[in-house]
């Protein structure tokens, strides 16, 4: 997708250690116009799978998440990464180590909400290593729902998370993959 | 605004300790139609006092923020409750008690995406004792930036949280209020 390109080639910024600061219009300002693109991209590149549920990661998968639930017209569930006092104590739970953070985070959904017979499409902002997809699609196995799809606005596809999922034979999809940030310099996959 | 308060009485349930549960369309779930309707509505509410910006704080807060945002046609930015690396050393922060985990949470908005000249419209989950809502004024006061209205999807009105702000000024709007929960009894405002 020629816009999300666009976007990490002026206001991405290489920070080092792999990390790549898209403050701006993903993790804490969002332009709802672009991200409304990005939801509509997914919804059509995922149409044909089905899905019938969103599944994503609080904090930054929620706008992304959100905007393909809307194309797509179903609803989306983020997973929680503290327990709030009103999820019953019967819940999908597993842990998942954070790339940025530097730690192991809980990704938690109710049982309410995600259910056997669901059609899953996990939706991210990042597929980097892939351990909280990895979190979200054993959270949708635990459930007993079918994963259709992952799809995420950005693939690091030097930190080959998506080797991981190869396995699970379900359309994978990013709309920017980066291949490279050797030396800062931003490498974009060519279309 | 009809739909939400049918939601809350067809799906609220009241938990005890002020505590009311809107997972399912809310917090943990959300139907993203209804939430588009949500954004439309506070924008049409709002539109008058031209808000050049959205401030909402992770996590509820992100969905209504995110569809008010795009009805607006302007930016959302979400106040994160940890710094992530990719944030400059210099943030702007407050701590607020935090009325479902019994704890203060920090609220953190980086200097690069609030500014002096801003016109910001805080929208949230609810509007209850106003802890994470007046978090956000300071926050945006702290940015020298103009507080134009505030916003919430559910109001307790009983938490009195809408007293604190009366003296700022600004429009402040619930899409619904809720006057009492007694004996575990959710009882509206009538428009």
Redesign the interface.
């Known amino acids: 997708m020629q816009k999300i390109k666009d976007l990490i080639l002026s206001e991405g910024t290489y ?1 080092g250690n792999g ?1 790549l ?4 219009f993903i ?7 672009f ?2 693109e990005c939801g509509r991209e997914f919804a059509r590149r995922f149409a044909g799978v089905k899905p019938t549920r969103i599944l994503t990661a ?2 930054s998968g ?2 992304p998440a ?2 393909t ?2 194309a797509l ?6 997973a ?1 990464k ?1 327990k ?4 019953p104590d019967q819940v999908y739970l597993t842990v998942a180590p954070s790339h ?2 530097g730690v192991f985070v809980e990704l938690i ?2 049982p ?2 995600l259910k056997h017979g669901e059609r899953v499409l996990i939706i991210d902002d990042f597929l980097a290593s892939g351990a909280t997809i990895n979190g979200l699609v054993r959270l949708t196995q635990a459930a007993g729902a079918t994963l259709v799809g992952i799809g995420a606005l950005i693939e690091k596809e030097f930190e080959d998370g998506r080797k991981q999922f190869t396995s699970l034979n379900v359309q994978i999809e990013s709309l920017a993959c980066i291949t490279s940030m050797d030396n800062g310099k931003i490498v974009l996959r060519e279309d």
Not at 73 to 78: A, E, H, M, N
């Open positions: 920070l990390i600061k898209v403050d701006s993790n804490h300002q969002v332009d709802p116009i991200m409304e609080e904090i929620i706008a959100l905007m639930a809307r017209k179903i609803p989306v569930v983020f929680r503290s709030p006092i009103t999820m940025t953070k959904v109710s309410e909400y």
